[in-house]
T-cell receptor, first 116, second 114 residues
Framework: AQKVTQAQTEISVVEKEDVTLDCVYE???????LFWYKQPPSGELVFLIR??????QNEISGRYSWNFQKSTSSFNFTITASQVVDSAVYFC?????????????FGRGTSLIVHP | KAGVTQTPRYLIKTRGQQVTLSCSPI?????VSWYQQTPGQGLQFLFE???????NKGNFPGRFSGRQFSNSRSEMNVSTLELGDSALYLC?????????????FGSGTRLTVV
């Protein structure tokens, strides 16, 4: 069973539109971490946000906001007033404890294309 | 503070050969993990090293191996290369203990097997 589901394979928007990237996860652990990463064409995964399972507060960082809802096992990411530079592949990841470590399991990613 | 450094950035190898990839973590980080990224399978966990010991392992064949040195630098080796091993290999580092703040990734090594 897929632990992290990003149902949207590709999203195409026009600049200044708002866009929400969906992420649904599955875990039996009570302690876990959720992440969003951005992967531009250069290939490096850029950290965007970390949330632990005990912190359901939503977060806003500039044009980025995240909505964490344990009741629906979702951790959605919204970009407000999208820009061409936001074009990238975005990955949601779930980290569960495993032998003293928290190994991230990634979703398949959502490719966001922002047209000028 | 230097980031995670992976070398080389690009590599072309022939089927049957072996290859070694290198990863230098952020200073002070003791955990290094490796991921394989392909269009078909996405990002898949290979293994994690912490204090020179393999702490976790993904579901990859024995042709994929790694090691970590006392300075936390890590190498990954793939023997008897197959066409399907063509991928972006990403390395990530973290403190490896205490509060978990996530992984910092390198830019990756793009391996092409011909």
């Amino acid at each position: 069973a897929q632990k992290v589901t990003q149902a949207q394979t590709e999203i195409s928007v026009v600049e200044k539109e708002d866009v929400t990237l969906d992420c649904v996860y599955e875990t039996r652990d009570t302690t876990y971490y959720l992440f969003w990463y951005k992967q531009p064409p250069s290939g490096e995964l850029v950290f965007l946000i970390r949330r632990n399972s005990f912190d359901e507060q939503n977060e806003i960082s500039g044009r980025y906001s995240w909505n964490f809802q344990k009741s629906t096992s979702s951790f959605n990411f919204t970009i407000t007033a999208s820009q061409v530079v936001d074009s990238a592949v975005y990955f949601c990841a779930l980290s569960e404890a495993r032998r003293g470590s928290y190994i991230p399991t990634f979703g398949r990613g959502t490719s966001l294309i922002v047209h000028p | 503070k230097a980031g995670v450094t992976q070398t080389p950035r690009y590599l072309i190898k022939t089927r049957g050969q072996q290859v070694t990839l290198s990863c230098s973590p952020i200073s002070g980080h003791r955990s290094v993990s490796w991921y394989q990224q392909t269009p078909g399978q996405g990002l898949q966990f290979l293994f994690e090293y912490f204090s020179e010991t393999q702490r976790n392992k993904g579901n990859f064949p024995g042709r994929f191996s790694g090691r970590q040195f006392s300075n936390s630098r890590s190498e990954m080796n793939v023997s008897t290369l197959e066409l399907g091993d063509s991928a972006l290999y990403l390395c990530a580092s973290s403190h490896g203990q205490g509060d978990f703040y996530g992984y910092t990734f390198g830019s990756g090594t793009r391996l092409t097997v011909v």
